[in-house]
């Protein structure tokens, strides 16, 4: 094989590593091509699971309103079944921004890689972690790596479902919720499943009761649905356990530029 001149187009294709593997993966990609009974079968199975309906969906109230969603928990299992696609996150470069802080410059994608769709968003992260009791700069880079991934966990998830079919996260969405539904425990059992795993992360009974309006052992099943998706938000970091559990006044305005990491798990 003769090798291309230095300077055209070919010889900077095949200089560039991640060229090669890029059109590689599309290639294997091709040569086995998706079929989408299959994935529908691998997604309803995925779906049967408790442990992925669990914790496939997030809600939490903000500003009066309700926001809900499916998590990247879900996401992910969907990516799965589809195949021939991969989604992440990577450090492209930092810079100070104008209030002399270090950030980092990220991306997060989704990458069809049969089809050859690709979804990016760009995103700055300054190294730098909001509290109720004021704020300080990260020096850790452990901290500042677990603080990107968190933050990017969330355009991940969006970077999946712009990619995906959208009758994919539908079908997925019932299929976790028929999995809720479908329980032989009793709803008291369930109720008190739903204390310890929030006591864990430090929202007391009392606290519950106090954001349900209600004793707790009154709780209906749409309730204790509603709050396994309140659970998930916090897990992932889509709202903070302080500012789930704060009154309406106490609230600000603004919302913080972090939102308070609760444990290391992503969305």
């Keep these: 094989m003769i090798a291309p001149l230095a300077g055209n187009p ?12 890029a059109l590689a993966s599309i290639y294997i990609a091709k040569q086995m091509p998706r079929n989408m009974m299959e994935v ?10 408790r442990h992925l309906a669990n914790t496939a969906f997030f809600e939490y109230k903000r500003g009066g309103s309700s ?34 802080r270090v950030c980092s410059d990220c991306i997060a994608f989704c990458w069809d890689k049969e089809n050859n769709i690709r979804r990016e968003i760009a995103f700055s992260v300054p190294h730098y972690r909001d509290t109720k009791d004021g704020g300080y700069p ?4 452990r901290d500042i790596y677990e603080l990107c ?11 999946i479902w712009a990619v995906l079919p959208d009758f994919i996260r539908q ?18 059992e369930r109720i008190n499943g739903c204390v ?22 009154t709780s209906k099943e749409s309730e204790i649905v509603m709050l396994i998706g309140l659970f998930n938000a916090i897990k992932t970091g889509a709202i903070s ?3 789930a559990f704060s009154n309406e006044e106490d609230k600000s305005s603004e919302a913080p530029i972090f939102k308070k990491k609760e444990n290391n798990e992503n969305a």
């Design 10 to 21: 070919l010889a900077n294709v095949l200089s560039n590593k991640e060229s090669l593997e």
């Design 40 to 49: 529908s079968s691998k997604i309803r199975q995925l779906c049967s699971f």
């Design 67 to 100: 926001i809900s969603g499916e998590t990247i928990h879900l996401a992910n299992a969907c990516l799965t079944a589809y195949g021939n696609a991969e989604a992440g996150w990577r450090k492209i470069g930092e810079h100070v921004d104008e209030k002399g």
């Design 138 to 141: 990260l020096t850790s880079d």
């Design 149 to 159: 991934a968190n933050m990017a966990s969330r355009r991940i998830r969006a970077c």
């Design 171 to 188: 079908e997925a969405a019932e299929a976790c919720q028929n999995t809720l539904r479908a329980t032989d425990t009793p709803i008291a």
């Design 196 to 217: 310890i795993a929030f006591s864990k992360i430090g929202v007391s009974k009392e606290m519950l009761e106090a954001y349900l309006k209600h004793k707790i052992e």
């Design 241 to 243: 356990k302080d500012e």
